[in-house]
């Protein structure tokens, strides 16, 4: 497997956040949990390739500051204009700004792991946001969909 195979897994996804409003993030996550739940077959499916991909070291085969992380793909027309990042987590996170706004789709590996302190599944944040991303309780795997790759990291 590879980031291509995860991209096109993704497809139909994509096109559900391509749609979605962030302007609101609650309501955002609400809506992305109902339609593209967590436990769903295909969710599964995103998140086996996710686990596989880490233990097979082409997804998130870079580490820093306690995390594991790797680019799947740049904003581009082929990922509806989202950058898309691969991150494994179980502590804190570099701080950054979402300028455009973030979506994260998280998965649990170990513990009752909560992401900020939601638990898995979608979150969303809005645009202007910013945080130290937090995983505690436990491990994730986490996907960041970032709108046109619009981020501002600490200096």
């Known amino acids: 497997m590879s ?38 077959p295909a969710m599964a499916r995103i998140r086996e390739m996710f686990a596989k991909g880490v233990a097979e070291k082409w997804l998130c085969d870079r580490e820093g500051g306690g ?22 987590m179980s502590g804190p996170g ?3 700004r979402h300028t455009e706004g973030e979506i994260d789709l998280c998965f649990a590996i170990s513990g009752q792991p909560r992401f ?10 809005g645009r202007g946001s910013e945080h130290v991303p937090t995983v505690t309780d436990g491990s994730m795997n986490i996907l960041y969909f970032l709108p046109n790759g619009a981020i501002e990291w600490k200096r």
Do not use: M
């Open 67 to 88: 995390a594991r992380f790797s680019r799947v793909a740049k904003a581009s027309p082929a990922t509806a204009n989202f950058s898309i990042d691969a991150v494994s």
């Open 116 to 125: 900020d302190g939601h638990p898995e599944g979608w979150v969303v944040f």
């Open 94 to 96: 570099v701080w950054h």
């Open 3 to 40: 980031n291509e195979t995860l991209i096109k897994e993704l497809a139909p996804v994509l096109a559900v956040l391509k749609e979605t409003d962030i302007s609101d993030a609650s309501a955002a996550s609400r809506g992305l949990n109902a339609r593209l739940p967590v436990n769903s």
